[in-house]
């Protein structure tokens, strides 16, 4: 376990309050991470050793019972994420010797170079954590970014929420007064993200059954069915959101869904849309759906399994396997003549 340094925030907002407004986008936010928190909020926090940007190491574990934990998730592509670290930077600096304060990265369409560049142009000074596998954002159900996680001295999840707002202020002071824990309760099991199943180039694809969004029941690898697969690994946001924060992904996104509305008229060829669950209902899938005119089949992966399976961290990624069910290509820059390439030699 490491001891968390303090500094000040170069920029000079430090104490800055938010704009008191509260958008459509951020009472959906809001509204999002409480839902998501309704299934964690009372139990005990998983103990997990995560490592920071710099190399050094935090045991979750070993701070509870002694300390308050406040987790931030959130990407540099993230406009409200931005907004509100003037309020995380201050709540870092002011938190005394009973709160840890940690910035976690999501890992989702980003990556060392981008964050080291945020937190070189905000003067960012509090630990960073990359959650590059997921694995920290399923442990506390990461379904928006920024989302807030305030985990009480007792070791006990108190809080989970999105807006910087009275609400987290309170739990934030709450969650240092909630008992020492006497060693904290049991932590709800959190498997290392080496334990967990992955599936690689020569690998089978799983026979997992997904749900799409017109009900329908989709296997993965059927064996009923020879005809090759392509899962296409997506953010319904991707193509609307990110051409003003991360412009470059977001043609990709565009180019990638034309491309494959292309290629899809080869009936011989079964094809998926998985959806990531970050900032995505079924309602906003169905959204994108009628608003691209996308044919092929969605599924909305909104636990992130599929997406932690498959390690895919960036959107668009294209995943083929053979008629066999044996995964043959990966394309993570998005569609490119290789795919439809790799469909002819398939």
Sequence with gaps: MIGIPRGRLAIGLIGMLLIGTTTRAESTGQQRAEAAGRG??????????????DGDTIDLGALYGKRAVYLKFWATWCTPCREQMPHFEHVYESAGPDLAVIAVNAGFNDSIEEIQRYRKQLGITMPIVFDS???????????????????????????VGHLADARLDAALVAARTSGPGQGAPPARSTRAASEGTRFEIGDLMPATAVNTLTGQSFRLRNSDIKQPTVLVFLSPWCESYLATTRPTVSEQCRVAREQVETLKTDHHVRWLGVASGLWATPEDLQEYRVKYKVTIPLTLDESGALFREFRVTNTPTLVVADSFGKIVRRVDSGADDTLAQALRDL
């Design 133 to 159: 596998d997921g694995q920290l954002g399923a442990a506390f159900n990461l379904r928006v970014t920024p989302q807030h996680v305030v985990i009480g001295r007792n070791g006990r999840i108190q809080y």
């Design 40 to 53: 964690i909020v009372g139990a005990p926090a998983p103990r997990v050793v995560v490592k920071t940007i």
